[in-house]
């Protein structure tokens, strides 16, 4: 599904107009990123839990040439589903 999926069934269901509902779905997804940013961090109850995770730099190699390429430290997000939507999802 789209954001724009996820908009129209909101609107849909609640009534709100549709520029109201992308401009709070705006703000949700552009407050958990930078939670993130901040915490490294965020968790939703029966929803799952977003971390940062630091990668290492490494060593990698181009697969056209072979040679070896410098890849740099980075933060990651990982995703774990919650118990509710792990019991969806495997019933």
Do not use: C
């Not at 958990?32 to 799952?48: C, K, M, Y």
């Not at 995703?79 to 969806?88: H, L, Y």
């Amino acid at each position: 599904m789209t954001k724009r999926g996820f908009v129209n069934r909101i609107a849909v269901a609640t009534g709100y107009p549709k520029v109201h509902v992308d401009q709070v779905i705006d703000l949700f997804l552009e407050e958990i990123t930078q939670a993130l940013v901040h915490d490294g961090r965020v968790e939703l109850r029966n929803f799952g839990i977003w971390n940062t995770v630091e990668l290492p730099a490494r060593i990698g190699r181009n697969p056209l040439t072979g040679e070896p390429v410098d890849i740099p430290a980075s933060r990651h997000v990982r995703f774990r589903a919650g118990k509710r939507m792990r019991e969806q999802l495997n019933p």
